[in-house]
């Protein structure tokens, strides 16, 4: 029942822009601090961005910072990422996280993961 289903992945040339989206399913995502993480063949998995479920500031990868933006739409259960300007080094498989941290028990989900392939 709980989900998380990403779109938007695909082949963008190098400069160009992308929009990942995350819709979420079987629970809501308000509750959540949500994040993207990316893993290219390979390379270990890294963060990229992450918003928190309430109050605090968004947090980017250096290398990211400046080019992608995460945001979340709790009304519609979703969350996505911005991606512009995009370079070659952002090709990766793009994976959708959810995390809740009760104390005693942290709550985490991924989604599928899709592909973003970067190239001229």
């Known amino acids: 029942q709980v989900q998380l289903v990403e779109s938007g992945g695909g082949l963008v040339q190098p400069g160009g822009s992308l929009r990942l989206s995350c819709a979420a399913s079987g629970f809501t995502i308000s509750n959540y601090a949500m994040s993207w993480y990316r893993q290219a063949p390979g390379k270990e998995r890294e963060l990229v961005a992450t918003?928190?479920?309430?109050?605090?500031?968004?947090k980017y990868a250096d290398s990211v910072k400046g080019r992608f933006t995460i945001s979340r739409d709790n009304a519609k259960n979703t969350v996505d990422l911005q991606m512009n300007s995009l370079k070659p080094e952002d090709t990766a498989v793009y994976y959708c996280?959810?995390?809740?941290?009760?104390?005693?028990?942290?709550?985490?989900?991924w989604g599928q993961g899709t592909q973003v392939t970067v190239s001229s």
């Open positions: 918003i928190p479920s309430a109050g605090g500031s968004t």
């Open positions: 996280n959810a995390m809740r941290d009760l104390g005693f028990l942290r709550r985490t989900y």
